[in-house]
């Protein structure tokens, strides 16, 4: 697993998004995607002094998971996370190798498991599926910080 932060720490952050890419692969690849979501997470706020509230933090990690494990799950060989923060938000992008789109399962109380998909677009402002010259992408949307009535900021209901 590699990381790349794409933002100089020296640089005025006025207009410019904060950027991380881990490059997934082998040994706990879905454990390793959470890991380096929370430190980047954690980096936004440490370092950059951006607002992420205890809900973004954890909706940020699950939705990393789900995402990571479909990927990984339905897809061979390595994956790509992408995470970025700017205006608010964190837009996180995962690309694999497969073609094939998902696709969210048709109700039923019985099933057991397979219910990412559902989750990642429950709890995201936005979600987007698309195809890239090799593989496929999706990318997603959360909020960094709950309005001052404990809301989720900017959420889309």
């Not at 995607?33 to 990690?61: C, H, I, K, N, W």
């Not at 992008?93 to 219910?115: E, F, K, M, T, Y």
């Amino acid at each position: 697993m590699a990381a790349v932060v794409v933002q100089d720490e020296c640089e005025s952050l006025v207009g410019r998004p904060i950027v991380s890419a881990v490059a997934l692969d082998g040994v706990e690849p879905i454990a390793g995607a959470r890991r380096a979501a929370r430190g980047f997470m954690t980096a936004v706020q440490a370092v950059y002094g951006l607002p992420v509230s205890d809900r973004a933090m954890s909706v940020v990690e699950l939705v990393v998971s789900e995402l990571v494990t479909n990927a990984y799950k339905y897809a061979p060989g390595p994956c790509l996370l992408e995470l970025e923060v700017g205006a608010g938000v964190v837009d996180i992008s995962v690309w694999d190798s497969a073609a094939q789109l998902p696709a969210v399962s048709a109700a039923d109380p019985g099933r057991i498991g397979q219910h990412g998909l559902e989750i990642a677009m429950a709890v995201c402002r936005s979600f987007e599926v698309r195809r890239e010259p090799v593989g496929k992408r999706v990318k997603v949307t959360i909020g960094l910080a709950d309005d001052p009535g404990g809301e989720q900021a900017g959420l889309l209901l």
